[in-house]
């Protein structure tokens, strides 16, 4: 089974519930910020600013699709504003629509299509007219959206893993602890995202381990615990599928990184995150002897410590929605109960009568 953690992205942190009234307040914001986006008295450059401003604040925490859509529409409003001889202006508010539009939640890759068009608009200009950190800020968020569209076809991994490259010029390890580690996370999923088909693949596992193990050198668990928890979990999945002759030393680091992560991850605070760490555990269980020194000794043991962890773990992403995982899940979970038996069947024959 593969890992249940997406492989390619860092955690997008889920929606919270809407309270009684939030869209009806967002409607009123939106109003009466297109109300004053009319006012003529006021320059055009300070509306636009100003609905640059309602509009990330609108981004900051949003509550429901509607408060990104409502940004969407205070960016949209604001562009019909601002004017031709301010291409800084512009840019910065074409970079700052994309990254709305990329969070988006949908299935489809329309509002991601345009997102790549306005940072690819934006990043010249930026470039040229701009700061170091906007134009790294940009390629980064280009990055990601590049990653996403690559999984479903519309955009090549390689120019991910080229933009991201671009971003790390500026966003050092030093300077930027917190750029550079989701930097390094997203660069080494986007490694391990290329197809396997050349002698080149090792390499970028290996890179892609590299990555990892850079980024938390940087962060630590009691600084950044999130950051912390997601590239161990990452870096395990790395060190479970990479196709290395040394296998066993690999799932032992790869228990190590998960256990690490669930320092982090628990059922109460961050369940479907812990529930993506025990399933990768399970995984990374299912293929370890129960005694690393004596390998053909079998892994019984180690069975149903992962059965017990599928079983939690499904259990979770059922309760939160999570479809998609808790039926990967139960799929290994079906495997792998039929394996403990034909395990138990086969150790009762050599036992004998």
């Known amino acids: 089974m593969k890992s249940t953690e997406t492989a390619l992205l860092s955690e997008a942190a889920p929606m919270e519930a809407s309270g009684a009234g939030s869209s009806g307040r967002v409607r009123e914001l939106v109003q009466a910020a297109m109300t004053a986006a009319q006012d003529t ?3 055009p450059i300070d509306r636009v600013e100003m609905l640059i401003e309602l509009a990330m604040g609108l981004q900051a925490r949003p509550k429901t699709p509607d408060h990104l859509r409502a940004a969407i529409a205070l960016y949209e409003k604001a562009a019909t504003i601002c004017p031709d001889d301010e291409p800084l202006l512009s840019a910065r508010l074409s970079a700052r629509h994309a990254t709305a539009l990329q969070a988006l939640p949908d299935s489809g890759t329309q509002y991601l299509e345009e997102a790549r068009s306005r940072y690819e608009s934006a990043i010249p200009v930026l470039t040229r007219l701009g ?3 906007e134009v790294a800020e940009a390629e980064m968020n280009l990055g990601l959206v590049l990653q996403y569209l690559a999984g479903s076809g519309r955009a090549r991994i390689t120019d991910a893993i080229s933009a991201y490259q671009r971003s790390l ?5 030093r300077s930027y602890p917190v750029e550079f580690v989701l930097l390094q996370n997203n660069l080494a999923t986007a490694f391990l995202s290329v197809p396997i088909t050349d002698e080149r693949a090792k390499l970028r596992e290996a890179l892609a ?17 999130s950051e912390y928890a997601m590239l161990q979990n990452n870096l395990g999945n790395a060190l479970q599928y990479a196709s290395s002759s040394h296998r066993l030393e690999n799932n032992l680091r790869a228990l190590q990184a998960y256990d690490e992560a ?3 991850r628990t059922r109460a605070s961050t369940p479907v995150e812990y529930a993506n760490t025990i399933a990768n555990k399970a995984n990374c269980l299912w293929n370890l002897p129960d005694d690393p020194e004596h390998p053909d000794g079998g892994n019984r043991g180690n069975l149903i410590r992962a059965k017990a962890l599928y079983e939690e773990a499904h259990e979770i992403f059922l309760g939160h929605g999570a479809g998609d995982k808790a039926q990967a899940v139960a799929g290994a979970l079906e495997q792998l109960t039929s394996e403990i038996a ?3 069947s086969h150790q009762a024959q050599v036992d004998g009568p």
């Open 41 to 43: 008295a006021t320059r």
């Open 131 to 133: 700061s170091a950190q």
């Open 169 to 173: 010029r500026t966003f050092d390890a």
């Open 209 to 225: 381990v590299q990555c990892f193990e850079e980024g938390l050198k940087i962060v630590t668990l009691i600084d950044h615990p």
């Open 262 to 264: 669930l320092r982090v």
């Open 342 to 344: 034909d395990y138990g």
